[in-house]
């Protein structure tokens, strides 16, 4: 029973987040009231706010599915591997499978997604928000194996490096590259990106 229970809520959620979605791609973010995507999915404007905290989370909730993914990854990393070596690892094989968060996917549906995002004040700023918990998590996992200054400094470095990487390759994107195109060049950024990134001590 729990879990048909869950599976139905699962099923509102996204049902809200793509209702919310489509019509802020349709009209922009600020110009579509909260009411109305409760209308369109059906729901009440109480129940929607029992999914979405704010408003900017029906947008943004696809992100936040990636809450703790860097902390998860030093965690879990391979026996002897390097934490940095991991994080590395880990976002190429996202640039590989063309990850949304990577920047590196062409669907015309993520690239006007990532334009709200970007370009949309209280969006760009609730993204901040989440990058910082992440940032904490992240660091939290690393000072288990170096000091605490250095766990935070470093922390706040791939995250920096994740986000502009995710950003450069979206801007390509825009510019008319295909991500077949850009993926090599955006391997290679990763590489120097990650090998400017300061040894953990």
Sequence with gaps: MTGLRERKRQQVHEAI????ISLFLERGFDQVPVAEVAASAGVSKPTLFKYFATKEDLVLHGISDHQGEAARVVRRREPGEEPLAALHRHF?????????VTGLNDHPAVLGYHRMVFETPSLAARVLHYMAKDEEALAEALAEV????TARLVAGQVLVV????ARRNWLRLVEGET????????VAAADRAFELLPELG
């Design 92 to 100: 190429l094989a996202g640039l590989e499978r063309r990850e949304p």
């Design 179 to 186: 991500a077949e195109q850009v993926h090599p060049s955006a």
């Design 162 to 165: 994740q986000r502009v990487l």
């Design 146 to 149: 170096t000091d605490e200054l």
């Design 17 to 20: 987040s793509t209702a919310a």
